[in-house]
């Protein structure tokens, strides 16, 4: 596609309930990143992959949270048993190689538990 | 450790005036990449510039201007002529050593008519 497109836009979650967050890339890329953007914040960085693999998973803030990318394309970022503290934007980006070549982000979900 | 520092967190400023961004980065990797985004109300991340540590030259597009200087480690954004439509928060970021971009919180900038 054109841009890296994020789907759901909108999510409201009862707390403990699960979600799934899918990112499009933009295809041929072959980094993929999840960032987590807290209200008034700069976004965060959760997780990195390189094509199927992941290869960073350092800033996932608990085991409730889990991301694949099966096929090298398409992304999803699952939480589970979501908490109060995981209301934020969760954005995607990718980017055509590796560092330093720049990044195209998704407008992002905005994930809200009640 | 690898930060970015962005002190101003909201400025204000009158349609046409000049405004800068200040950005401080911290990193000990000999080369990198510094950027600038643009995160209006819409949410999506746009992007502004990349540069790379090896090159010290200003950048100017347009109504945009770029400072960067490696002995202060400073990567400054200037908007000369202030539009309404600037208003919005810009991100400065630095590519970290894993790939990933280290933001700093942000400015935001209201331009009023």
């Known amino acids: 596609g054109a841009g890296v497109s994020q789907s759901p836009r909108y999510k409201v979650a009862k707390r403990g309930q699960d979600v799934a967050l899918r990112c499009d890339p933009i295809s041929g890329h072959v980094s993929l990143f999840w960032y987590q953007q807290a209200l008034g914040q700069g976004p965060e960085f959760l997780t990195y992959?390189?094509?199927?693999?992941?290869?960073?998973k350092s800033g996932l803030p608990s085991d409730r949270f889990f991301a694949e990318r099966p096929e090298g394309s398409v992304s999803t970022l699952k939480i589970q048993r979501t908490q109060q503290e995981d209301s934020a934007v969760y954005l995607c980006a990718s980017s055509l190689l590796d560092r330093g070549y720049g990044y195209t982000f998704g407008s992002g979900t905005r994930l809200t538990v009640v | 450790a690898q930060k970015v520092t962005q002190a101003q967190t909201e400025i204000s400023v009158v349609e046409k005036e000049d405004v800068t961004l200040d950005c401080v980065y911290e990193?000990?990797?000999?080369?990198?990449?510094l950027f600038w985004y643009k995160q209006p109300p819409s949410g999506e991340l746009v992007f502004l510039i990349r540069r790379n540590s090896f090159d010290e030259q200003n950048e100017i597009s347009g109504r945009y201007s770029w400072n960067f200087q490696k002995s202060t480690s400073s990567f400054n954004f200037t908007i000369t002529a202030s539009q309404v439509v600037d208003s919005a928060v810009y991100f400065c970021a630095l590519d970290g050593s894993q790939g990933n971009l280290i933001f700093g919180k942000g400015t935001k900038l209201s331009v009023k008519p």
């Open positions: 990193t000990r990797d000999t080369t990198y990449y």
């Open positions: 992959f390189q094509n199927e693999a992941q290869l960073d």
